[in-house]
């Protein structure tokens, strides 16, 4: 028995969290905001999505085992930081590079946006671990 | 330079991401384990060798110059800790593939394993204060989900006393550093280093100090402190105690010996005597608990909490050969006590108990197994010319030299009731007398293959090995802790090999 409000409003809700916790993953770079409120977000989202529709239906949505999104979130973290490695500069020295996009415009992309981008995977793996382990353990 | 610094952080970082890639086969991760455990092993080698050459180290990650950024810092105390540290994680690691239970390889033991690794590398490199803390941090986390993997009761019994004491430790530690870092305004070791020397506030400094002798204390076990150790080692599978108790309590006693030769030597009449005081009462309460108990794993607990008395002992006389007799004890004890830890897991296997009583005639039924424990045994008591036998003599002569007679008394005393153990061990459970099997209520376990012997046996004869070289050519050895303690009794070069390393 799912109630009727709760469904439809996570349905609404779901799209607009997500984008929002983009929005605050990449604004974290020079304001507050950042990966681990970002990523907090987006299991938020799916907790939401959980206590709506139940654990079943989450891990179907999700596709993968939360578990693979930690490790990836780890993988492009440490990635990241190899980068300056192999530039021949420390462990984690920002390295950056633009990407042209035409018309003599170009999107300034580096380590450091990469490296949060881990720290989102991150959180959002290991919290949902937990949560749905919670959640089926009921 | 700068990769050979990072790499003992990164292997167990890339191999536990691997092993959680892999959650699904259990081969893979067992696999993965080993190379990665091999993988740090060798690192760590070439980095001893390497600061053995050139001297101390050091890199700025992320390129910001020190003190602003986090500082990874090698002298040759960290190096050899770093490579104590993944020698204990490669015999383990094998040892691991013979005794683990699927279950728990099932639940991420490889991966938490080879974090906890990761954690024990940052300790020992890290230059920094705060970063250190992040460390401990990643190490308890990890130990927290091994000690408590599995969930059996007595398991989460004894990791609830540990994680308690432990996050007490953490938040002494917290509250210190908040303090440090108002009154000093950095806490990169190396500027700490310099502003200590011409602190106008010794007074202050002194009570700082004191936290984190509790913060630390409490970590690496010493008298009043060390109640959590024995509640919780005896409760977890074999490996995990034996790599606890082989590098946990450690990292402790590094991080003393980093802090009291680098930064708080504003006052060694009180700190450092009372870090004498505390490392003779120790020694003695921990051998004095031993003697008390008839559980295999229970007496080499408190034995640990012995042993860091003898450790902690050499910081106290503070001189540069009791500080090599420190770094040397160090060497010697983990080695030791984490194969004693892997006899009694074997034991265990055998007889199907840790119980004294239980246990018996193992001299017949394993020789091999015996010729290990005497060796590491004999060696933990002290006995020429086993390595513990050269480090107990540095600790001892020196403290007659400087004429702290009661120190040189106690450590004697304790050298002896160790033996007493030690033989009580040897004739509980190698001695005398198979126990009737008809009152056993455990069934002895089938026959181990001959790939589960390899690799149970393969780690003991390897440390065992170790223990009889460092006793008979002791000589490298000791160069090796005496430069090391020379390097503690004079910052300057680690101060000039942080603040002016460039990339």
Known sequence: MQPVILTTATRYLMPMLLLLSAFLLFRGHNLPG????????????????????????????????????????????????????????????????????????????????????????????????????????? | MNTLLVLPILIPLATAIACLMAWRSRTIQRIIGVIGAAGLLTTALILLATVWRQGIIATQLGNWPAPFGITLAADLLSAIMTVLGSLMGFTVMVYSLGSIDR????YGYYPFFHLLLMG???VFLTGDLFNLYVWFEVMLMSSFVLLALGGEKAQLEGAIKYVTLNLISSAFFLTALGILYGMAGTLNMADLAQLAKATKYPGVATTLSMLFLVAFGIKSAIFPLFFWLPASYHTPPVPVSA??????????????????????????????????????????????????????????????????????????????????????????HIIVKTNLFLVSGVAHRLQGSFDLEKLGGLSLKAPALTVVFVISAFSLAGIPPLSGFWAKYILVLNSLQIESYPIAATALVVSLLTLFSMAKIWAGAFWGEPPDSSTSTVAPPSAPNLFTKAVLYGPMFLLAGLTLTIGLMTEPFMALAVRAADQLMDPAPYIQAVLESRP
């Open chain 2, 243 to 332: 790599i606890f108790a082989g590098l946990l309590t450690k990292v402790g006693v590094y991080t003393l010996l980093r802090v009291f030769t680098l930064l708080f030597i504003q006052n060694p009449g009180y700190t450092h005597n009372l870090i004498l005081a505390m490392a003779g009462v120790t020694m003695l309460t921990g051998v004095l608990g031993a003697m008390s108990h008839n559980e295999f794993r229970r007496i080499l607990s408190f034995h640990i909490i012995s042993q860091v008395g003898y450790m902690v002992m050499g910081l106290g006389l503070f001189t540069p050969l009791a500080l090599a007799g420190s770094i040397f004890y160090i060497i010697h």
């Open chain 2, 103 to 106: 279950r728990r390889e099932a």
């Open chain 2, 120 to 122: 024990v590398s940052g």
């Open chain 1, 34 to 138: 950042g990966g681990f409120i970002g990523g907090l977000v987006a299991a938020g989202t799916f907790i939401l999505h959980n206590f709506a529709f139940g654990v079943q239906e989450t891990r179907k949505l999700l596709r993968v085992n939360p578990l693979m999104i930690t490790a990836t979130g780890l993988l492009i973290a440490m990635g990241s930081g190899v980068v300056g490695l192999l530039t021949g500069k420390p462990f984690l020295t920002g390295q950056w590079i633009t990407l042209p996009l035409g018309k003599g415009e170009g999107l300034h992309i580096g380590t450091p946006v990469t490296f949060d981008i881990g720290v989102y995977l991150v959180v959002i793996g290991a919290t949902l671990t937990i949560i749905l382990a919670l959640a089926e353990g009921e």
